[in-house]
Structures are given as C-alpha cells and as structure tokens.
C-alpha cells in the first residue's frame, strides 16, 4: 500500500489529516498504514516519530517492503479519518542535530577528503566516524566554521533529483544508489544523500559544539551536540560548575586554579597521612612480642600499603604466619598473610577453608576476603598448625 510521504513535502509539518488503510495485529500492539503520513520511519541514523494517529499513540515507525508501518498502542478502523499529531520538540531536535552533522561531515569532506563511515544519533549526544584523523585545532576551525553557517542562516534545500541530474550531481554517500535517491544540500558546503528530515535554514540548528575527538579504527571518532540538545546540555554543566565554585569559594572562571590548590592541598596531607600511618604501623609491630607460633592482628585504619608492610614486619617476628585483617564482621574482611617458613601458596586451600575465605598468592604471601566473623578468624588461626613441609 503506498503512503505519500509528507515529511519529504515540509518536515515541519506536525499536524495532518489522514485516512487509515490497514490495521494489523503484532506482538501485542497494532500497525497503521495511512493514506498520508509525516511521521518519519526511522532511517538515515534518525529515530522514528511519535505521536498519535487520532486517540492511539504511536510508538514506532518503520518502512518495510515500500510500506510505511505505524506501530500504534490501539486499532484503528480502515477508512477511519483521523488527525495525527506528530511530537514536533522531538522531531525539531532530530533534526537540528542531523543537518548539523551534515555542516560538520561536508566541512571535514570538504577539507581533508575525509569520508562519514558511521552515524548514530542518541538521545542527546550524537557520535560521527571518520576514515581520517584529526588533530583538536582542525576540529575546533570545523566548529567555528560550522557555526559561522549557522548563524549565516542559509537555505537547506532537499530533493529527488530525476536520473539525468543525479548523473550530474557530485555527493556524499555511504552506498551506491541509482535511483529515488533524496539529495541534502546545505549551501555550498555539503550535499549528501538522506531521507531524513531537515531544517528549512541553518539558523534554526541554533548552535552546533565537538564535545570531543578520539581515534578511532584508524580515523576519529567524534561527538557532537546541537541545537536545544546543545542549549541543555549547557544549563545542566553551568550548574555543576555553579555548585564546585560554591564548594571551593572560588569564581566560576577561576575554579580550575582551585581545583589545583585543593589537589596540591591533598598531595601534601596524604604524605603527611602516609608518614604517620607507616610510623604507627612500626609502633604496633614493635608492640607485638615475637613467637613461635602465628600471629593475627585485626586494624580497620590502614590502608593495604600500610597492612602490607606490617605484614613483612610481623613476619619477621614469627614462626609460623603473620596475618592482618582490615574489615568488619558486616562487610567482611580483607587479609594479608605473610610467612618466612611456610609455603602459603600451598597452606591457601586450608587457610581460606578455615576461615570461609577466597585468596591466593606467592609462597611467601597471600591475600584476599574472609567471610568468617572475627571470633571466629582469630580463634580458627590460633589453633592452627601448619608445617614447612
């Protein structure tokens, strides 16, 4: 059945009147096929639209076998005339980040022959490959440069060229088309096969910002931001950096600078904080006197540098293990093991057993969590009698 596609005829058309052709049951909902329709099937890299055809809510679109498919909460009876209703915020926005892709895909074609491999349009941020690298200066010029035509508010003109222009045509595109092929053209700087829906004028994408550029399978891969989209995104990061110079009592333009001071801040107390966790660790061990036998020690306030080398001490002063557990009977704990004279990487299966534990290592040391309450850890290890064999 053939649709007459009225989002190739104006794609600022949100409202329309149709007549329902077919309705179908699947998968627990219901496909409408119209007489008209400017809902956009999703292709080109861009989403479907939503909206309504009279009280039923459309979902998703989608064109298959020449069939323009509306995926609809409700039935509709053919024949039925219905007003439908497209989200027209949502369109817009689709299409202010399309033809602001197609602004940066023409100006880096354009300038470094650079072809679009890939194209996926989130819900926000949209991601473009190029089979080429670019360093952030070339990015950036493409930025300004992008939204120097945006603010030039140029016409966007898209059409079904017949055969023999299309054979005169020089333009971008993924594959290898030859006919009802729909040509984008954005001034001088682009023009690309798409069926997708576009501004009327680059002004309306309103501002075009590269979030960022990375490589990317032997090119880059990069993020953009556009229109509205761009506009939010902007609100919600001025409000972050809004509460960090609140935080810091630091101007918004200079929290970078205090950012620096804090973390210089932290550098310096860390160091002291080591120098006197190492410092305390030498007083606990020398606190412990040397045995025979095992030792096992529990400390919630070191950090694993600091229970690592009290394990080495208190290895030294034993002769059989030193263990040190960090923890709580509620989370669990976390232990070191260390020994001169045994081979712990043998003696793990037993010790983990004994203390319902999981952990591995070298001879000399092992780690890992303890799932046994402290009672019962310190009391299982005391008893226990292993050999150097």
């Not at 300004?144 to 059409?159: C, G, K, S, T």
């Not at 990487?345 to 203390?355: E, F, K, L, S, Y």
Request: charged fraction near 30%.
């Amino acid at each position: 059945m053939t649709t007459e596609k009225l989002y190739y005829i104006d794609s600022h058309m949100y409202d329309f009147e149709a007549k329902v052709l077919d309705c179908r049951a699947e998968k627990g909902g219901w496909i409408i096929i119209l007489d008209r329709t400017a809902f956009f099937p999703e292709g080109g890299g861009q989403l479907a639209d939503t909206g309504r055809i009279g009280a039923a809510h459309v979902g998703d679109v989608q064109e298959r076998g020449g069939e323009i498919l509306h995926f609809t909460s409700a039935p509709l009876s053919p024949g039925e005339s219905c007003s439908c209703h497209v989200d027209g915020g949502v369109r817009f926005r689709r299409m202010q980040t399309h033809s602001g892709e197609h602004i940066v895909s023409g100006l880096i074609h354009g300038a470094f022959g650079y072809d679009n491999v890939g194209f996926h349009m989130g819900e926000r941020e949209t991601t473009i490959d190029f089979n080429g690298e670019l360093d952030w200066e070339s990015v950036m010029e493409i930025e300004r440069r992008a939204n120097e035509l945006v603010q030039a508010d140029v016409p966007v003109r898209a059409w079904l060229p017949e055969p023999e222009e299309l054979k005169r045509l020089e333009y971008r595109s993924k594959l290898d088309l030859t006919e009802n092929v729909r040509i984008v053209e954005i001034g001088d700087v682009d023009r690309c096969a798409c069926c997708a829906p576009h501004v009327s004028r680059t002004g309306e994408i309103g501002v075009i910002k590269i979030l960022d550029c990375q490589r990317h399978r032997g090119g880059v891969r990069m993020n953009i931001i556009c229109g509205m989209d761009a506009v939010e995104l902007f609100r919600d990061q001025q409000a972050r950096v809004t509460a960090v110079s609140r935080a810091l009592s630091a101007e918004r333009g200079k929290i970078d600078a205090a950012v620096d001071r804090l973390l210089d801040e932290n550098a310096r107390l860390k160091e002291k904080a080591d120098a006197l966790s190492m410092e305390l660790v030498r007083l606990k061990a020398g606190s412990i006197p040397e045995t025979e036998g095992n030792i096992c020690v529990f400390d919630s306030g070191l950090d694993e540098i600091a229970r690592r080398e009290l394990t080495n001490l208190l290895t030294d002063k034993c002769g059989g293990f030193a263990a040190v557990f960090c923890g709580s009977d509620g989370e669990g704990w976390r232990y070191i093991i260390g020994s001169r004279s045994l081979d712990l990487r043998r003696a793990a299966g037993q010790i983990n057993a004994a203390i319902n534990g999981r952990g591995g290592g070298t001879a000399q040391m092992i780690q890992g969590r303890a799932a046994a309450d402290r009672e019962s850890i310190a009391a299982a290890l005391e008893r226990m009698n292993l050999t150097g064999d």
